[in-house]
């Protein structure tokens, strides 16, 4: 009754749900903070994204018409990336997501030029990853409810007339541009900060950095400390993927009064360019 299928826009909601549940679990096992359920209208903005982008590289597994894995993959210009892997919990260990992930490393040939994956801790990924061919950044994570930051004045909100900054910003990090995938965040709910001619930030409405990109080490702490100033008080957040090239952001995280824990690991293969200074987007790498 277990079978692997193209995802369609039916799917949308389903796999939103079932990433909530699974990561749900995941923070439960890993004995980590479980923020708190997202609304499914960005994930659902993502999910249209990913279909009219990449749709040959988006699947579920279907059990009797229940959906209990998904893999979302998507490729810029020969960077290919894995934007989603999830297995439900009581299917979990038994090869799906080794299936699924084997499908979306078949789209777009596993990118021609490189690969990213964003890797949870949970021991299964890493090690599936790492067999995979792909090689760990290990990193840490910064968790907790920021105090004491205030929005540096160098930094100021930006818009879709900034694309060309992004762009350019993007070539020199990372080789190839995010292009519309900046769009899908903004038209998802998040906020562009830039400071000008040399970095910007996709920041969601909770303030949590979405996408950070700079061509100078004090442009991009200046971006993340606004988007530390924007956290409403009392309220948590998280600053993922702090590799060993990422040491620009360890002050701003500190100043911040947020607490420092190990996290997954950004598994790279391939040419990525530098990525520093640099902090990738979940969905978009």
């Known amino acids: 009754m277990l079978a692997l299928r193209p995802m369609g826009p039916g799917d949308a909601l389903a796999v ?5 549940r699974t990561f749900a679990d995941l923070g439960d096992r890993m004995h980590e903070p479980v923020p708190p359920p997202r609304p499914p209208g960005p994930a659902l903005v993502r999910h249209e994204h990913q279909l009219a982008r990449d749709p040959d590289g988006a699947w579920v597994a279907d059990a009797g018409g229940e959906v209990v894995g998904a893999a979302l993959a998507i490729e810029r210009d020969g960077l290919w990336g894995l934007s989603l892997l999830v297995v439900d919990p009581r299917h979990q260990s038994g090869g799906l997501g080794r299936a699924l ?41 910064a968790h907790g409810s920021p105090s004491g930051t205030a929005a540096p004045p160098a930094v ?30 903004l038209r998802g709910g998040s906020r562009l900060l830039v400071v000008p001619g040399r970095g910007y930030a996709t920041v969601g409405a909770d303030g949590g950095v979405r996408l950070l990109a700079a061509l100078d080490d004090e442009a991009a702490a200046d971006l993340l400390r606004a988007a530390l100033a924007s956290v409403p008080a009392g309220e948590a ?3 993922d993927w702090l590799t060993a090239a990422q040491g620009w952001a360890i002050g701003p995280v500190l100043d911040a009064r947020l607490e420092l824990r190990g996290g997954g690991a950004v598994f790279v293969r391939g040419e990525v360019g530098v990525l520093r200074p640099y902090l990738p987007s979940g969905a978009y790498l």
């Open 156 to 185: 100021r909100e930006g818009g879709l007339e900034d694309l060309g900054l992004t762009e350019r910003v993007d070539h020199v990090v990372r080789g190839v541009a995010h292009g519309d995938d900046v769009v899908a965040l």
């Open 237 to 239: 957040t998280r600053v």
């Open 101 to 141: 992930l084997a499908r979306a490393l078949e789209y777009g040939g596993g990118g021609r030029r490189g690969g990213i994956i964003l890797a949870s801790p949970d021991p299964r990924a890493l090690r599936a990853y790492a067999r995979a061919g792909f090689t760990p950044q290990p990193s840490l994570t």
């Open 16 to 20: 939103h749900e079932l990433a909530e």
